[in-house]
């Protein structure tokens, strides 16, 4: 454990040498960071792509200024979610017509969750398995569907519940990565062990998407919901999406069938007729501008392998485990984040008593991490714009900051 305020020279000069090695460099250009400040709550809020303000300014003056109404149709709007959806489905691995953006994650866990209840049927199946250390939205939203759907809401720790899945299951709802831990859960597994019991899967990938592979349709996932604005740069309060597998498209019951979900909206007619496809999964009329801000931003994905996006992800946080073993004595802080790689996100967390103040400090001194109450400190490596050098700063002043200097 170094003692000493300066850091080994070998982990600045590794830094600069990976940095220089890092096909993704030139990613962090295309957005608005200040070289001051090392941003790492892009697993809160991703940064703001350089080119969406112009953009934005061409929707409104132009597209809601000038053309008004005609822009439903003209600008593209009124087909926006599903158009939207097939930009992220390649992030997701999903095959194009399976995703639709729109409403927030919370309302699209409500739509999945209820939505994989009517797809299981009646014969039995009297259980939905949650993951109990789930985000709080999805096991608030959980409790209801379940009250709602005349299911017992069932809380199984991720680890377990492919041994917990059984003939009266109907549905799991899982994290991909749980939200204070970083820990990735084996959706894989998970998926397998439901279908095998005869349930559906849903899965809330919020911390994974835009950070990692999730091959959504090479692993048979049922339904998937997440979030716009981490990793995938959307904006405060984006829409999100919701993935339903081509093969439930038919059967897909949504619990929220508002019109925009209507096979013919227009005709206004009283009786409810669902659309096929993707559309499917709509409510009511969608939230433009946020969607539009979302559509330019995924601009930066263009050319992106997202497997060289998780090789860096892991390089990034193993070098920041490295940098904070090498710098922070041992003992002031734990480590909540798995080793091993196949069980890590995109985040290191790590807890200390004094979190609170720890946080506040490194954000006073330009290390951007958030606070999960009481003790977690996150910090969130966003491929596309976080470098090595960002990284061992981050743990120099996180080692100082500890230390008391
Ligand atoms: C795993 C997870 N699910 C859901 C949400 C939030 O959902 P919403 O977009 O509805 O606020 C978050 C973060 O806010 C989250 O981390
Ligand atoms: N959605 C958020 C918001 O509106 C305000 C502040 C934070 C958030 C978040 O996204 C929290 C985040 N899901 C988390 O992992 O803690």
């Not at 720790?157 to 970083?182: C, F, K, M, Q, S």
Request: overall charge negative; charged content about 20%; some cysteine.
């Amino acid at each position: 454990m170094s003692e000493t305020l300066l850091p080994p020279r070998t982990l600045q000069a590794r830094a600069a040498e990976l940095d220089a090695a890092d096909p993704l460099a030139d990613r962090r250009d295309l957005f608005a960071l200040d070289d001051g400040v090392v941003y790492l709550d892009g697993n809160s809020l991703g940064a703001l792509p350089r080119h969406v303000p112009a953009r934005m300014a061409h929707v409104i003056g132009h597209e809601w200024g000038e053309l008004r109404i005609r822009s439903w149709d003209e600008s593209g709007w009124w087909t926006a979610p599903e158009r939207i959806g097939d930009r992220v489905a390649p992030l997701l691995g999903a095959a194009p017509g399976q995703v639709v953006v729109g409403d927030s994650t919370s309302v699209n866990v409500f739509k999945a969750l209820v939505g994989a209840v009517r797809l299981a049927g009646d014969d039995g199946r009297d259980e939905i398995v949650v993951d109990a250390t789930t985000f709080p939205t999805d096991g608030y939203i959980a409790e209801s569907a379940a009250r709602m759907t005349g299911r017992r809401l069932v809380p199984v720790a991720p680890g377990d519940v492919a041994g917990a899945v059984g003939p009266r299951t109907a549905a799991v709802l899982v994290n991909h990565v749980d939200y204070r831990t970083g820990r990735l859960h084996d959706l894989p597994g998970i998926t397998a062990a439901a279908h095998a019991a005869g349930a559906v899967a849903v899965w809330d990938l919020c911390h994974s998407a835009g950070a990692l592979p999730v091959d959504l349709d090479a692993h048979g996932v049922d339904l998937a919901v997440g979030c716009t604005y981490k990793y995938l740069n959307g904006g405060p309060g984006s829409p999100a999406y919701l993935y339903v597998a081509r093969r439930h498209q038919e059967r897909f019951d949504s619990p929220l069938p508002g019109w925009n979900s209507h096979a013919d909206p227009f005709a206004m007619t009283p009786g409810y007729a669902a659309a096929d496809g993707a559309r499917r999964g709509r409510v009511g009329t969608p939230d433009i501008l946020s969607m539009l801000a979302l559509e330019a931003s995924l601009d930066v994905w263009d050319g992106v392998p997202v497997p060289q996006v998780r090789a860096k992800s892991l390089a990034l946080t193993d070098f920041f485990l490295e940098c904070v073993r090498a710098y922070v004595p041992e003992g002031r802080l734990t480590r909540l984040t798995p080793a091993a790689h196949a069980e890590r996100g995109s985040q290191v967390a790590l807890s200390c008593d004094d979190a609170p103040a720890v946080m506040e400090q490194l954000v006073a001194r330009g290390v951007v991490g958030d606070l999960r109450r009481p003790d977690v400190l996150r910090f969130g490596f966003t491929p596309l714009y976080v470098g090595f050098a960002d990284t061992e700063r981050a743990a120099r002043v996180l080692a100082e900051v500890c230390a008391g200097r």
